[in-house]
């Protein structure tokens, strides 16, 4: 059993996993940078230390200052959270080396599945379906129309180490694929260090669709459903929701148990996520995330399994206390990502909220480190809440997020409230008629409106 956890994050997901630490009777050490100091897992956790100035990279990706965090505070164990370190091979195996658990994936399996390239032929060789497109990385422009050609344009360019659709540019004919090999590789080289690239047939009208795992150390596996995230802008998912709309029963077992085969052969330890896109009734693997998701909540709440907890007894060594038929899925629920941001043009906005309600009631879930007077650091991403609504249905999941929303103040700072509520309204999405570039026409259609 673990006494005491180093959290090695910020903002709302520091604030979660001191939560599901405390419910488990373990003390937290918070760590943040001097931007942070009067945040709320700082105040909240049993024991704070800064670790440096207000920028990540000599803060909270600074892995001597976490390091020493950990062994001044005798810390047992480190969750990373998402973002930051929480996909770092050389931090996790650093974390190892030193006697204390990282809690998530070993260091082998992240770098197997942060190489784009190699995850997606591992994948493949354990029977998951991938999207057609290069065996490797394309090193010329004379590879590039050879494998355009043969799996038919449009195509996509992606580089290897990509994401947050860094990296990415879709090529429509052979006549575009030049300018997007060269944009999409110095992209790679700029945001990642690395320009190496591959090809991918570019689907019309996709849906993403992910499903979430849990691996133990004693060779159990279990599927949590999937959850829908196709509501993308520059391929940032901005809400979530479980199980898909699009999904019928005997698609979402099929996908389920493909996945759990592939992840117990390749012997994973802890939470993790495969994503696909999904179109015409077939599933094409894009990429597996090796570390707790933004949007886990909605699986939560669906399937009342608390992952976080799941992810700290995986790491202690501890069976998952269910099975795969224990696992069974209760009505609905959506995510919406809430950003201090203007809800038009989407630049961040950080500042000080002078006034804070959460909406409450039953099923509504608010997951965000805000309080009034809280100023919101401009060096950081810029997601200040998540409100997660659950229903017996879609239909009164909506019902109960129009209310939530309605009821969510936040006041000092822009955010997107305002565009969840168009969404929400929106005909299209009250049917479940949407893909990943639904919602960029959308936001088009909005702008063209308000220029009228």
Known sequence: MFKKILIANRGEIALRIHRACREMGIHTVAVHSVADEHAMHV????EAICIGPAPAAKSYLN???????????????????YGFLSENEGFARIVADHGITFIGPTADHIHTMGDKIEAKRTVKKLGIPVVPGSEGSIDSMEEAYRVGEEIGFPVIVKASLGGGGRGMKVAQTKEDLEEAMSTAKSEAMAAFGDDVVYLEKFLSKPRHIEVQILADSHGNVIHLGERDCSLQRRHQKVLEEA???????EARNKIGEIVRTAIASMGYLGAGTIEFLYENGEFYFIEMNTRLQVEHPVTEMVTGIDIVREQIRIAMGMPLEV???DIKLRGHAIECRINAEDPQTFIPMPGTVRDYHAPGGLDVRVDSALYAGYSIPPNYDSLIAKLIVHGRNRHDCLLRLRRALEEFVIDGVPTTIPLHVKLIENEDFKAGNYDIHWLTKFLEDQAAQTSE
Do not use: C, V
């Open 43 to 46: 105040r909240l956790a049993d």
């Open 63 to 81: 892995i001597p200052a976490i390091l020493s965090a950990a062994e001044i505070t005798g810390a047992d164990a480190i969750h990373p959270g």
């Open 243 to 249: 199980p898909s709309p699009t999904l019928d029963e």
């Open 323 to 325: 099975t795969q038929d």
